[in-house]
């Protein structure tokens, strides 16, 4: 297994367009989060899967954000209609349960830049 | 709710010098605290956790840290750095969420920068 994979490493899309990341998780993992992280800041939680099941969103994930996990293996987080304000690293993480001594890992993350 | 401090956004030091990242939380239940690294343009890497047991956890790298519950601190250290420690390191506090699963809250990351 090669760990938690995110597709693209890198997007720059202009204003205004509709933009999709991937994330593959660790193969057994059920558990898969999306945070957000911005220059000079630590990862913010935006929201969590299990399996197919997205229990918990952040504030942060506006109605312009969306995120599905269709057959609780791969996820996508779709940005519609972008703002400058959004750009910056999209990192996706996968643990297994069930307790909270479970390590997350990390993928490389998704830099989006708006231009 | 919980959160995590980390005071110091920059830390030069040479090479072969020791090293204290400093973190503090707050909260008001069983504290479960991690240390990861961020290479440049990387995901984040576990360093180390305190779950329960010993306040002196030892992780990868050479990297220990010890929890404080009366200074509700996890001090990241380690006695002789490497230019290769050169990274972002963040300090993370588990929080429950209100659908019983939990989420990693971070602190905003201490750069440390290795000199030779």
């Known amino acids: 297994d090669t760990g938690v994979s995110q597709n693209p490493r890198h997007k720059i899309t202009k204003r205004g367009q509709n933009v999709t990341f991937r994330c593959d998780p660790i193969s057994e993992h059920n558990r898969l989060y999306w945070y957000r992280q911005t220059l000079g800041q630590g990862p913010e939680f935006l929201t969590y899967?299990?399996?197919?099941?997205?229990?918990?969103k952040s504030r942060l994930l506006s109605d312009r954000f969306s995120a599905e996990r269709p057959k609780g293996s791969f996820s996508t987080l779709e940005i519609q209609r972008t703002e400058q304000g959004d750009s910056a690293m999209y990192l996706c993480?996968?643990?297994?349960?069930?307790?909270?001594?479970?390590?997350?890992?990390f993928g490389q993350g998704t830099r989006l830049t708006v231009v | 709710a919980q959160s995590v401090t980390q005071l110091d956004s920059q830390v030069p030091v040479f090479e072969e010098a020791p090293v204290e990242l400093r973190c503090n939380y707050s909260?008001?239940?069983?504290?479960?605290l991690f240390w990861y690294v961020q290479y440049p343009n990387q995901g984040l890497q576990l360093l180390l956790k305190y779950l329960s047991g010993s306040t002196l956890v030892k992780g990868i790298n050479g990297f220990e840290a010890e929890f404080n519950k009366s200074q509700t601190s996890f001090h990241l250290r380690k006695p002789s750095v490497h230019i290769s420690d050169t990274a972002e390191y963040f300090c993370?506090?588990?929080?429950?969420?209100?659908?019983?699963?939990?989420?990693?809250?971070f602190g905003t990351g201490t750069r440390l920068k290795v000199l030779a």
């Open positions: 899967f299990q399996n197919e099941a997205q229990l918990e």
């Open positions: 993370a506090v588990i929080t429950v969420l209100d659908s019983g699963t939990y989420k990693y809250i």
């Open positions: 909260s008001s239940v069983s504290v479960y």
């Open positions: 993480a996968s643990s297994l349960q069930p307790d909270m001594d479970t390590e997350a890992f």
